[in-house]
Nanobody, 121 residues
Framework: QVQLAESGGGLVQPGGSLRLSCSAS????????MGWYRQAPGKERELVAI???????NYADFVKGRFTISRDNAKNTVHLQMNSLKPEDTAVYYC???????????????WGKGTLVTVSS
């Protein structure tokens, strides 16, 4: 079984920072892209940032210059450093990864259960 587990969410004041982490575990052969998505109440899930195995990154316009995605391939982890947080960043943040499990023949998208980020004074 392959699982993704997020950590690092919480309550932060506007202008503050948080660092989210996501760790992939289980019988993993390889991991391609890893990313972060978020879903605010009453809204659809949206892409925040994505990083390839080689380290190429892509960000949503609304986080450019404020958020930084990084990964550690040896540890199967991905991080999201969030600075200058705004109330509109409040959402459940989900980790996503394209993983080839040892027991499967194709890459499959896996999701974590999400971690809540609340930006409020």
């Amino acid at each position: 079984q392959v699982q993704l587990a997020e950590s690092g969410g919480g309550l932060v004041q506007p202008g503050g920072s948080l660092r989210l982490s996501c760790s992939a575990s289980g019988s993993i052969a390889s991991i391609n892209a890893m990313g972060w998505y978020r879903q605010a109440p009453g809204k659809e899930r949206e892409l925040v940032a994505i990083i390839t195995r080689g380290g190429n990154t892509n960000y949503a316009d609304f986080v450019k210059g404020r958020f930084t995605i990084s990964r550690d391939n040896a540890k199967n982890t991905v991080h999201l450093q969030m600075n200058s947080l705004k109330p509109e960043d409040t959402a459940v943040y989900y980790c996503n990864a394209e993983i080839l499990a040892v027991s499967r023949m194709i890459m499959t998208a896996y999701w974590g259960k999400g971690t809540l980020v609340t930006v409020s004074s």
